[in-house]
């Protein structure tokens, strides 16, 4: 038996229920997998509300860590005992035990805790996708500005970091000046507080009036329009997410009007899968963390109980860096 946090319907924070659930053995191609801790990302809350359609009940969780505790046929990459960690589809993170499949489930490095883990699988595969392969025409090089909104949440605060490891100009906006600070300390070389200025007129006054060459906008609704306009001719809009509600529709032709732009809606599980570029990218991501390249911040620790506080949190803003559900 395991604890697990489950919904019957979508809705708000308290549509989650904790529930015991049975755990059995894994199939082929599966594990079962014992948690030492579960990462908190956005997707949980649009699986919640219904954004993203969910069949019911449903577990909710995307990212985790903890001990493989048996493994199905047919798979090699683990064995019982090993320490891993997973950005992995389908839902069902937050709960004690679980069995899942294998292919996205990783072998943790020694020198990376389980808490770390669970904090940085799903954000740091991301950060790694978005600045190392949804790129502008003839790449990104040193010295290149970008933008990246939301730059002290989860993924905002590890690209901040990669970034600058990267050689780039990351310009990080977000929604308080202690935001922006904490954005700046881990490696933003500007930022804007969006909640106050203009990031489109602060975008053109950094880049002396030229653009940018990618935007990576999480936040949507609120910033797609501006993004557009912060972009030089031929830019990338390289939209991921929504936290402030989805993107209105929008006529091509505007994207001509504005600069021969191109726009991309990209998803780490496109990028991940198959097994082989999933380990290929965690590769990478276990690297600039190991070397202290990229420090993982976990700011918000909650045990799995008080799930409903931390949804909350992720919802109103008042999370920075990773938050972490403890068991
Ligand atoms: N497509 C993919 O592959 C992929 C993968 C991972 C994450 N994502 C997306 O990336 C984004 C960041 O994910 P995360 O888990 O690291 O979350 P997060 O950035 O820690 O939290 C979301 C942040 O978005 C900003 N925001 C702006 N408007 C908001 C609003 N109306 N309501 C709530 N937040 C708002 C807030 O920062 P400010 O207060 O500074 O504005 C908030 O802290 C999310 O949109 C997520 O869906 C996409």
């Known amino acids: 038996m395991s604890k697990a946090v489950q919904i019957r319907q979508h809705g708000g924070a308290e549509q989650m229920e904790i529930v015991d659930v049975q755990v059995g053995d894994p199939g082929p191609g599966e594990i079962r997998i014992r948690h030492k801790a579960i990462g908190l990302n956005f997707i949980d809350v649009y699986q919640r509300s219904g954004l993203y359609p969910m069949a019911m009940p ?55 805790s389980f808490e770390t883990g669970a904090a940085m699988m799903l954000k740091g595969l991301t950060a790694q996708y978005l600045l190392k392969r949804t790129l502008p025409q003839g790449g ?39 935001k922006c600070q904490l954005a700046k300390s881990l490696g933003a070389a500007h930022v804007i507080n969006y909640a106050k200025e203009d990031f489109k ?58 600069g021969s732009l191109y726009v991309t ?40 109980a008080q799930v409903r506080e931390a949804h909350q949190a992720l919802e109103a803003r008042k999370t920075t860096g990773s938050t972490i559900l403890t068991l």
């Open 58 to 112: 449903l577990t909710l969780g995307m990212e985790g860590s903890g001990v493989v505790e048996a493994v199905g046929p047919g798979v090699t990459h683990l064995k019982a005992g090993d320490r891993a960690a997973y950005a992995s589809h389908p839902p069902g993170s937050y709960s004690e035990l679980r069995v899942m499949p294998a292919k996205n489930v990783c072998r943790l490095p020694d020198a990376i």
């Open 265 to 304: 809606r990209q998803t780490l599980f496109t990028h991940i899968a198959t097994r082989e570029a999933n380990q290929q990218m965690a590769d990478d991501l276990f690297e600039v963390v190991t070397s202290g390249k990229v420090q993982i911040r976990i700011d918000q620790r909650f045990p799995l």
């Open 140 to 178: 990104l090089q040193a010295g290149d500005y970008v933008l990246f909104h939301a730059a002290a949440g989860g993924v905002g605060l590890i690209a901040c970091q990669w970034a600058k490891a990267l050689g780039l100009q990351l310009i990080g906006t977000a929604g308080s000046e202690e």
């Open 201 to 258: 007129a602060r975008v053109m006054e950094i880049t002396g009036g030229q653009g940018v060459k990618v935007v990576y906008d999480s936040v949507g609704k609120d910033t797609w329009d501006k993004s557009l306009d912060c972009l030089r001719p031929f830019g990338l809009m390289a939209s991921f997410g929504n936290s402030s509600g989805a993107p209105a529709p929008f006529a091509p032709g505007i994207l001509g009007v504005k």
